[in-house]
């Protein structure tokens, strides 16, 4: 158990709805990550936060979003679902920004959109 | 840009037969590498990591890697496997930037271990 927990653990919706995935860091773990695994794409990074704020971009679509609340749990966004996003969501924490920390995985949201 | 190419998709094996798991990245900056596994239906594990100093890097479960920096490579090794090492590896570089550090994944390598 790495610590960190997300909610739900599958969700399956159809094509134009919206969903919001969540995630608890590990106790004490400011910087949040969010990562999209799909059979196609690999593993992706898609955004980050510390400690509430925006700190990184990756390959994030415009109709995904992301926040960090103060609480630090943190919430992702996915609108205007199609077929393709389907896939394998994952939050991960570490204590903060620098490198060399790890970064602790949660057990991932599957998404399947119908 | 940085990158990671894992050289093998899936890599069978038999029972306490010796494995290495291929790992190169491109970068032009000096990074961090990591090894993570993911077993089935669960999330990323941390095996081990480089971050500085010796090059031959141990980690959990009986795991080390080598970290080579003229051939840009960070190979995974384990003398003997067992069938509970069955499980997709990812190798992983650290990325630098003033907003923060995300990882870049490599496709990940399927490890199916027999009897």
């Known amino acids: 158990d790495s610590g960190v927990t997300q909610t739900p653990k599958h969700l399956i919706t159809a094509t134009g709805q919206r969903v919001t995935l969540r995630c608890s860091p590990r106790?004490?773990?400011?910087?949040v990550y969010w990562y999209q695994q799909s059979l196609d794409q690999g593993l992706q990074f898609l955004i980050q936060?510390?400690?509430?704020?925006?700190?990184a971009k990756g390959n994030i679509l415009e109709r995904f979003s992301a926040q960090q609340f103060p609480d630090l749990h943190s919430e992702l966004n996915l609108s205007s679902l199609e077929l393709g996003d389907s896939a394998l969501y994952f939050c991960?924490?570490?204590?903060?920004?620098?490198?060399?920390?790890?970064?602790?995985f949660g057990p991932g949201t599957r998404l399947t959109v119908t | 840009a940085q990158s990671v190419t894992q050289l093998d998709s899936q890599v069978p094996v038999f029972e306490e037969a010796p494995v290495e798991l291929r790992c190169n990245y491109s970068s032009s900056v000096s990074v961090y590498l990591f090894w993570y596994v993911q077993y089935p239906n669960q999330g990323l594990q941390l095996l081990l990591k480089?971050?500085?100093?010796?090059?031959l890097v141990k980690g959990i479960n009986g795991f080390e890697a080598e970290f080579n920096k003229s051939q840009t490579s960070f190979h995974l090794r384990k003398p003997s496997v067992h069938i509970s090492d069955t499980a997709e590896y990812f190798c992983?570089?650290?990325?630098?930037?003033?907003?923060?550090?995300?990882?870049?994944f490599g496709k990940g390598t399927t490890l199916s271990v027999s009897s």
């Open positions: 992983a570089v650290r990325v630098f930037n003033q907003a923060g550090t995300a990882l870049i």
């Open positions: 106790s004490g773990d400011l910087s």
């Open positions: 480089y971050l500085s100093g010796s090059t």
């Open positions: 936060y510390y400690n509430g704020e925006e700190r």
């Open positions: 991960a924490s570490s204590p903060g920004l620098a490198g060399e920390y790890e970064q602790y």
